[in-house]
């Protein structure tokens, strides 16, 4: 697997999963853009791992549920990298709410998550489709969670925004081109901050002590390489949990 001399973007590529697989992006080839909203010193650290494997990699401030901003990152990317071939829509955001606390839920919990976990994706993948068809050749990869099979999760608008980010997927695949796939990866339990941010120290404990099912962002980020560079695989949801659906 290789992806000599293709461009990707990995948005909220600085930490967690998106580091994990910008980083197997760059040692298996690939020049890499990166976006941040909150996390600098990290996705400009990341950028400098990637340079340091000889890789070209650019760092951006940028809300990727801005349109116009969405735009400036996909042509800084295009301008210091090169047409952007790979697209993977990492970038989320979520609240810790009790799924039965529905008081607690507020509009701006909905519009935010929406916002970035879905809008954003679609913006994205907007902005570097087209000249992904005009040269014949694209992917694109949305990150959702195992949450939007399981009805559990960290909030019900985080896991209405995850399943929504299934359905884009679909949508995408069959609105593009056979040259341009579009599929999504559905992590469970990843040891990452996230975990540390979301989930119940009783919760934690279990996951860190094997109790639960969980993988590392390695091991999603290998399933997630396997998906860009298919030609063959479009529209599909490949659920990456060390088997935690089946046994809920």
Not at 10 to 29: E, Q
């Amino acid at each position: 697997m290789t992806f000599t001399g293709r461009t990707a973007v990995v948005t909220g590529g600085g930490t967690g999963l998106g580091r994990a697989i910008a980083l197997a992006l760059a040692a298996n080839g690939a020049q890499v853009g990166l976006n941040y909203s909150r996390s600098r010193e990290e996705a400009e650290a990341t950028a400098a791992e990637i340079q340091a494997m000889g890789r070209r990699a650019l760092a951006v401030d940028v809300d990727v549920s801005d349109p116009g901003a969405v735009g400036e990152l996909v042509a800084a990317a295009e301008e210091a990298l090169g047409p952007v071939d790979l697209l993977v829509n990492n970038a989320g955001t979520g609240r810790p709410i009790p799924f039965d606390d529905l008081a607690a839920v507020t509009a701006e919990d909905w519009n935010s998550m929406l916002s970035v976990n879905v809008v954003g994706a679609f913006l994205v993948t907007q902005a570097v489709t087209g000249g992904m068809i005009d040269r014949g050749f694209g992917s694109v990869l949305n990150v959702a969670s195992n949450s939007a099979f399981l009805a559990a999760g960290s909030s019900i608008p985080y896991v209405v925004s995850k399943s929504a980010l299934v359905s884009l997927t679909q949508c995408l695949a069959r609105a593009l081109p056979d040259s341009v796939t579009v599929n999504c990866i559905a992590p469970g339990w990843m040891q990452t901050r996230w975990l540390e941010r979301t989930v119940p120290d009783s919760t934690r404990e279990l996951i860190q002590t094997g109790a639960l099912p969980s993988v590392t962002v390695e091991q999603v980020a290998e399933s997630a390489l396997h998906l860009l560079a298919s030609r063959a695989i479009t529209g599909q949801v490949l659920v990456v949990d060390a088997g935690e659906m089946w046994r809920a």
